[in-house]
């Protein structure tokens, strides 16, 4: 028996990785009444995969059997994969003995579609339920809402749960009819603004009573794919800013996309997923959250994709050099937070410190400002700006040009046989979407 | 000005600081007492350790540091850095000398780097927490060897007990050979003069194993293979949050 478990937790495992959620963040429970388990507010990673992703949560489909076939996906009907669906009980032990050895946070459950989303939902309900009642587990739970489930049991699911998610997986309406056309939109955005709604309601109430059945109370999250369709970066930002205020949600997760299904004409053919899109996609999801940026501002209105070679702070700052210098010395927080090279941490600690004494370029330094970058747009006690005449684009130019330099001497140590060529890395690759 | 040498615990450090308030000294360096090196021509002061001086200074600093920083000084003497003493002791007496708070001061350097100090010993508390790997024996006990870079295993008894609370676990710090072991009820500091563990990597000896705990650690090794994504290999965004120390003492990364 011990076997055949090994094998459904490798297949399962496998077909759930290209989930990128696993934070554990955003609610804080004590263990009371004696049971197992707790949850930090803070989230906490327990190891780390050769990918370099975290591993926080136990993260499995329940089956990956699927009743659907949509394009981009690994599990979907026609693909020959191996099969495997783990009993209810199966889940429960496995995540209590992980939990037990401190190997993981909580629960990720998520799986593939069989008979019917209704009997799907139904069944991952059961786990959460079984945990939180019968074993008295009191550690993190995240469900996936399965789209087209009954409003009933995805809100019993959220009892149990703390977080809830449904993906969006792909940006706009149009493609996701051509890759999945037994899908559709409102059945995803459905669950998502039910959840929403009861997050909101719950939030209320406890402000009024002082018993609340909690409601998903880490919040709710999606993802998007990211380079399997044509949809461009303003639409994916201005989508996910209004998740973030409409929806309210507390993550979207990017995820760059893979080639699982070579053989399908409709994806795009790429030798390597779109590592630095994604990653400018996060670092603009993070201006929009931490750095109070609005999605308009990340980008302008002309070319509707991020620079992939500067980030997109400080392009914004390349494009705006009206607003620059920042005297750091007098501006205002939200101005400081905006200087390429301060980061919130080290925005923070200049107000804290220019209370006692004007800040020089050594304090700055010392307090982790990178000044490589910021030199070019702040002021401070002695520095003189080297704002100076600075066109936009020779800007931009010149501070690549100085990492480039950096970057070489690190590798300067020895001569190389045979000197790499020059690739045009600057001119984006061109994807070809077949219609 | 003088050589200042005490024992090498935090009292002894705040009973120094007593000393020289009560007797007018300009500590040139504070040092421990096994890193002193002889110095000729210099005046030399060994402090003893008076718990009752050490408590009155540790309680003066507590009516002046903001609540948030009410453990910094002891954090920052947990990373044992060479200096933290000097820079403690300037940081104190000038504490004590203004009338307002100097806490956020980012601009000295004392206080920077004292939170730096004290940012390290948390981030060792953070990953302790993380990595902590129990293994089950078949008396029911779960235990767990650690190692951790600072002596920051006392810190992390609130959490394990709030959440292993319905399971007796000792937690093992091989690197100081003490320990503590939750019994159901209550935590003690525990230890362990005969060792039935693995004096390098915490392993308990396989007879004493519960049956089934070689083959979880094969389920999680198992597991942690199989969601790890090929195609975006990044080992040394890896080894950044999981550095190699820890490697050994966990199931999915020691090699068997």
């Known amino acids: 028996m011990q076997v055949s478990v090994q094998e459904k937790l490798k297949i399962l495992a496998d077909a759930a990785k290209y989930d990128v959620s696993c934070s554990s963040s955003g609610n804080s429970r004590s263990n009371s009444g004696g049971g197992i388990g707790n949850a930090v507010a803070a989230g906490i990673c327990h190891s780390f995969t050769d990918d370099g992703r975290c591993i926080s949560l136990f993260k499995i489909l329940m089956t990956n059997h699927c009743i659907y076939d949509c394009a981009y996906c690994i599990n979907r009907r026609t693909n020959d994969r191996p099969r495997a669906a783990f009993a209810v009980q199966e889940i429960v032990d496995l995540t209590i003995n992980f939990y037990r050895r401190n190997y993981i946070e909580g629960l990720f459950l998520s799986s593939g579609v069989i008979k019917s989303p209704d009997y799907t939902m139904e069944r991952m309900m059961l786990v959460a339920k079984k945990l939180r009642t019968e074993e008295r ?25 703390d977080r809830m998610s449904v993906n969006i997986e792909i940006p706009t309406e149009l493609q996701l009819k051509k890759l999945a056309p037994e899908k559709d939109y409102l059945s995803v955005l459905q669950p998502m603004n039910q959840i929403s709604e009861g997050i909101q309601s719950y939030k209320e109430e406890r402000k009024k009573f002082q018993r609340v059945p909690p409601f998903t109370p880490a919040g709710q999250s999606t993802q998007l794919i990211v380079g399997a369709t044509p949809e461009s970066d303003r639409e994916i930002l201005q989508l996910s800013s209004n998740f973030y205020h409409q ?9 760059g996309y893979l080639p699982v299904n070579e053989h399908d004409k409709r994806l795009p053919a790429i030798q390597s997923p779109p590592l630095i899109r994604e990653n400018r996609l996060y670092q603009s999801d993070w201006l929009m959250r931490f750095y109070e940026f609005s999605a308009a501002e990340i980008l302008s209105p002309e070319p509707p994709f991020l620079d992939l070679e500067v980030d997109p702070k400080l392009a914004y700052a390349i494009r705006n050099l009206h607003l620059f210098p920042v005297d750091i010395n007098k501006a205002d927080y939200h101005f400081i937070l905006r200087v390429p090279g301060i980061g919130v941490q080290s925005a923070r600690m200049i107000v804290d410190a220019r209370r006692f004494r004007r800040l020089t370029s050594y304090h700055l330094k010392k307090i982790g400002v990178v000044m490589k970058r910021a030199q070019y747009f702040i002021t401070c006690n002695e520095l003189p700006s080297r704002m100076a005449n600075w066109e936009p684009e020779r800007l931009k130019s010149h501070i690549l040009a100085e990492s480039r330099i950096k970057r070489r001497k690190a590798g300067d140590t020895q001569l190389m046989l045979f000197p790499p060529q020059d690739s045009p890395a600057s001119v984006p690759r061109q994807l070809h979407f077949k219609n | 000005m003088a050589y200042l040498i005490y024992d090498g615990t935090f009292e002894g450090l705040l009973s120094t600081v007593f000393q020289c308030y009560q007797q007018k000294i300009t500590p040139t360096d504070i040092c421990r007492e096994a890193d002193f090196q002889e110095i000729l021509f210099t005046e030399k002061l060994t402090v003893a350790t008076n718990e009752q001086q050490a408590g009155r200074v ?44 100097i806490e956020t001061d980012y601009g000295d350097a004392d206080v920077l780097q004292l939170k730096k100090m004290e940012r390290k010993v948390l981030q060792e508390t953070s990953r302790l927490l993380q990595f902590v790997r129990f293994q089950e024996t078949k008396d029911g006990l779960y235990f767990s060897p650690v190692e951790p870079a600072y002596d920051v295993l006392p810190f992390t008894i609130r959490h394990f007990k709030d959440r292993f609370a319905d399971q007796q676990w000792l937690i093992y710090d091989l690197k100081r050979d003490y320990g503590f072991y939750y019994d159901l009820k209550t935590v003690r500091e525990v230890e362990i003069s005969e060792k039935t563990f693995s004096r ?28 790890n994504i090929k195609e975006r290999r990044n080992h040394k965004l890896q080894r950044q949050h999981m550095p190699q120390r820890y490697w050994k003492f966990l199931p999915e990364k020691s090699s068997k």
Do not use: C
Not at chain 1, 138 to 160: C, D, F, T
């Open chain 1, 247 to 255: 929806q309210k949600l507390k993550r979207v997760y990017y995820s």
């Open chain 2, 200 to 227: 390098v990597d915490g392993k308990v000896k396989a007879d004493l194993l519960q049956e089934q705990e070689t083959s979880y650690q094969v389920l999680w090794k198992n597991y942690f293979d199989s969601i």
């Open chain 1, 137 to 161: 587990y009191r550690g993190y739970i995240h469900l996936k809402a399965i789209p087209g489930a009954s409003p009933e049991l995805i809100a019993e699911a959220g009892q149990y749960a």
């Open chain 2, 58 to 101: 540790w309680k003066a600093l507590q009516k002046k540091l903001h609540q948030r920083n009410r453990e910094l000084p002891f954090m920052a003497f947990l990373s044992g850095e060479a200096g933290v003493e000097m820079v403690l002791y300037r940081f104190v007496r000038r504490l004590f000398d203004t009338s307002f708070s």
